[in-house]
T-cell receptor
Framework: NAGVTQTPKFQVLKTGQSMTLQCAQD?????MSWYRQDPGMGLRLIHY???????DQGEVPNGYNVSRSTTEDFPLRLLSAAPSQTSVYFC?????????????FGPGTRLTVT | GQQVMQIPQYQHVQEGEDFTTYCNSS?????IQWYKQRPGGHPVFLIQ?????EVKKQKRLTFQFGEAKKNSSLHITATQTTDVGTYFC?????????FGTGTRLKVLA
């Protein structure tokens, strides 16, 4: 099993550009989520999905869109990149959301917006 | 909304010394999870606690969940250089996970 994979590993964008961060998992997990990690702020939940066709907002959803057309894939779209979105982005999956399930994280995407 | 505060933010220890990080909440937690993130890496699940007063051990790591289920601690006995990294606590509600800000541990050889 590859686990959770993310592409790209690094990305530099100009302000106003859009892009999609890819995330895939091969563990047949129903729950997938996106976090951003900024220095001193831990991991903050952007969006999550409890299954194909179902998504919901997390703590910091503004400026990001998600969709979940398959169990395996959960892409994160930046609509119009801003310098405040410079961060490390992690995708995670688990068998279920909520209590009782460990999350498996991907290797992360380091995004810089200039 | 629910928050978990983690202290200290940083800790430098000499190799062989003990280390403890604390996770505190103003509300009762249904569970607490602990993750470790090596420098440049991604968070990796260590353990989950769900019962009041629960204590679990993994080799040199001891995890505790407070009696009131409002705090938790991770204690490392006799740190080694391989313990370097950031330790996060996290809690989950129905579908959302909330992470603490993390404690970055440096171990000086």
């Amino acid at each position: 099993n590859a686990g959770v994979t993310q592409t790209p590993k690094f990305q530099v964008l100009k302000t106003g550009q859009s892009m999609t961060l890819q995330c895939a998992q091969d563990m047949n997990h129903e729950y997938m989520s996106w976090y951003r990690q900024d220095p001193g702020m831990g991991l903050r939940l952007i969006h999550y999905s409890v299954g194909a066709g179902i998504t919901d907002q997390g703590e910091v959803p503004n400026g990001y869109n998600v969709s979940r057309s398959t169990t395996e894939d959960f892409p994160l779209r930046l609509l119009s990149a801003a310098p405040s979105q410079t961060s490390v982005y992690f995708c995670a999956s688990s068998y279920g959301g909520g209590a009782g399930y460990e999350q498996y994280f991907g290797p992360g995407t380091r995004l810089t917006v200039t | 909304g629910q928050q978990v505060m983690q202290i200290p933010q940083y800790q430098h220890v000499q190799e062989g010394e003990d280390f403890t990080t604390y996770c505190n909440s103003s509300t009762t937690l249904s569970n607490i999870q602990w993750y470790k993130q090596r420098p440049g890496g991604h968070p990796v699940f260590l353990i989950q606690l769900v019962k009041s007063g629960e204590v679990k051990k993994q080799k040199r790591l001891t995890f505790q969940f407070g009696e009131a289920k409002k705090n938790s601690s991770l204690h490392i006995t006799a740190t080694q250089t391989t313990d370097v990294g950031t330790y996060f606590c996290a809690t989950s509600g129905t579908y959302k996970y909330i992470f603490g800000t993390g404690t970055r541990l440096k171990v000086l050889a």
